[in-house]
């Protein structure tokens, strides 16, 4: 609560009570690999939310937010009782094991992640307005020469796409686009996303292969040539059948070996009927369960925490008490502000 005082004459003064405001205020304490979360870009919610950078309103914090990837910004962080602490992150779980750390993630109250279970679901799925756009788009002209195309600028690994890749090659062609091991280069200006879409609709087949396994762990990969018109050849989360349509998509783990999967591919190209079927749920309404889905994230990320943070709230009451604690304990939080104060000086 702040009072102020408002002189009307040389003899009369007027109180004022100005009470704090009741909205959550959401503290992002971590950067998002390296980079202040950039406040400005999230959209305007329904929720009345408060969005905030700075580490020092900590204490005033409904809710404070932690990407998982920059863990080591983590372990300074005072807590105070009844705040919610949320877990966030895109990145798979086998790439960053402290996700699957019990004694790591008891310390948060909210998982805001790509995982199915989290209370903020985050799937990378396109929204509605993508998918009808690309049922309502013919498939484009197959004009390259190679039938299959690669982009991927990450050399991270642990699907084991490397030495697929090279298998692959060895027995169908493959046009790799990126900074990882290239072998074809844009024609023309790379125009982002949409220089992206239209390379991939020109070749009949999309290698689709993330960096690892891991249920729910279905990315962009496999929706670009979806929307751009490719067939998808996938290698990725065992569960990728619920993120898509039926029949859209090639399940490169279905395969005994990359040839084998290669004569499948070379026997598409010379059925056309066969590989036309790829298309068909493009002339189809969309899966119910996915269709509900995507109804469901009409409501960004962002917008669902800031729901999710006024609930409690208004569950809890006021939770926000001056006394804190340092839940990974001191030792952490001097490591912590070492390696933020060498950061700082590089």
Not at 240 to 269: G, K
Not at 287 to 304: D, N, Q, S, V, Y
Not at 306 to 334: E, V, W
Request: hydrophobic fraction near 40%; proline fraction near 9%; charged fraction near 25%.
């Amino acid at each position: 609560m702040t009072i102020g005082i408002k002189q009307l004459s040389p003899v009369r003064l007027e109180l004022s009570i100005v009470m704090p405001s009741t909205d959550p205020l959401i503290l992002f304490y971590t950067s998002f690999f390296g980079k202040p979360v950039d406040i400005a870009a999230i959209p305007g919610c329904a929720s009345p939310v408060e969005w905030t950078n700075d580490r020092r309103r900590i204490a005033e914090a409904t809710a404070v937010v932690f990407h998982l990837p920059d863990f080591r910004e983590i372990r300074d962080a005072r807590k105070y009782p009844g705040q919610d602490w949320v877990a966030w992150s895109m990145e798979s779980r086998q790439n960053y094991p402290l996700m699957a750390d019990p004694g790591f993630m008891r310390h948060f109250d909210i998982t805001m992640t790509y995982e199915a279970g989290s209370d903020v679901w985050v799937p990378y799925l396109p929204g509605m307005r993508l998918w009808e756009a690309a049922r309502a788009s013919p498939v484009p002209l197959k004009t390259e020469a190679m039938p299959a195309v690669l982009f991927q600028s990450s050399g991270i690994d642990r699907s084991g796409r490397d030495a697929f890749l090279t298998e692959l090659s060895r027995h169908i062609g493959v046009d790799c686009y990126g900074r990882h091991r290239p072998n074809r280069w844009l024609d023309g200006p790379d125009l982002g996303r949409k220089t992206k879409i239209e390379t991939i609709g020109r070749y009949r087949f999309c290698l689709a292969l993330e960096n690892s396994i891991a249920p729910d762990y279905v990315t962009e990969k496999i929706f670009d040539p979806l929307l751009a018109g490719a067939v998808p050849v996938y290698l990725g989360a065992p569960n990728v059948a619920e993120f898509v349509p039926e029949h859209s998509f090639i399940d490169a783990a279905s395969f005994a070996t990359p040839a084998d999967l290669a004569a499948y591919l070379r026997h598409l190209i010379q059925t056309p009927a066969a590989y036309e079927a790829y298309f068909t749920w493009r002339s189809k309404p969309l899966p119910a369960p996915l269709a509900g889905w995507l109804g469901r994230f009409e409501t960004p990320p962002m917008c669902r925490l800031a729901q999710l943070a006024h609930q409690r709230l208004q569950k809890g009451g006021d939770r926000r008490p001056r006394r804190s604690s340092l839940p990974f304990g001191l030792r952490a939080f001097l490591r912590t502000r070492l390696y933020r104060w060498r950061k700082r000086f590089r």
